[in-house]
């Protein structure tokens, strides 16, 4: 019996679970971005068939829509009992629900590996931040967030010690889950809109932009601090 060629295979179905834009020409959130671009990106290969699914939404029921080229479904936020709040499982059945309904070959969880926690089909997490620190910059750093950073750190840390397979963006994220994580992992830097390479470099000599959201999280004041520095060397 021959071996199938690549073309009479059935193409591979993924599914996306992450937060993702409302609409394609206004992308806001990096996580969002992210998985928009890849999403365009994978769904470019005849083999690859690609769907998002979006938990936790401020929306009364399910809803689905055609957003460039691609099936997105939007689920509304559990209401889920005091436990399963503070573990961030309901949102986690939830999307379990959903995929149990489909027949996809691989799942992609962005940001958030509770969305993960029930699944058994083959799932890899792109892991985009730690919680536990940023939280610490939320709500101007509150003494009641930094009481309560122990107590987030375990929960987390137990949430990364279930994934299997785990991209991680930066070598700051690496570091930061530590030696606790005991899966397979891969260092994947997040993926740009292809229309970033068409941009034709200006440099400007001496000048330095910062593009990004302004937020105590992203450390914009180190950075002044730091050109500060810097103008010392070069006034």
């Avoid at 509770?114 to 919680?131: C, D, M, N, Y």
């Avoid at 939320?138 to 994934?163: H, T, V």
């Amino acid at each position: 019996m021959s071996e199938l060629n690549a073309e009479s295979r059935p193409p591979i179905r993924i599914l996306m679970v992450t937060p993702f834009p409302e609409r394609s020409d206004r992308i806001v959130g990096g996580v969002a971005g992210v998985a928009y671009y890849l999403c365009q990106h994978l769904s470019s290969f005849k083999s690859v068939d690609v769907d998002v699914l979006v938990p936790a939404c401020a929306i009364e029921a399910p809803f689905k829509k055609r957003l460039s080229g691609l099936d997105v479904t939007y689920l509304p936020s559990a209401r889920s009992s005091l436990f399963d709040r503070l573990m961030l499982n309901g949102d986690a059945k939830k999307v379990k629900e959903y995929i149990d309904g489909g027949h996809y070959d691989l799942v992609h969880v962005q940001a958030a590996p509770e969305w993960a926690r029930f699944l058994t089909h083959p799932v890899v997490v792109t892991l985009h931040g730690i919680v536990e620190q940023d939280m610490l910059f939320r709500d101007n750093g509150s003494l009641l967030r930094k009481l309560a950073w122990p107590l987030i750190r375990i929960r987390e840390q137990i949430k990364r010690s279930r994934i299997s397979n785990l991209i991680l963006i930066s070598p700051y994220v690496s570091r930061a889950i530590g030696s606790v994580y005991k899966g397979r992992s891969w260092n994947i830097e997040n993926p740009v809109n292809e229309d970033y390479f068409a941009i034709e470099p200006k440099p400007k000599e001496h000048e330095l932009l910062f593009a990004g959201v302004v937020s105590p999280r992203k450390n914009v004041e180190r950075l002044i601090q730091a050109l500060a520095l810097v103008r010392e060397r070069i006034p």
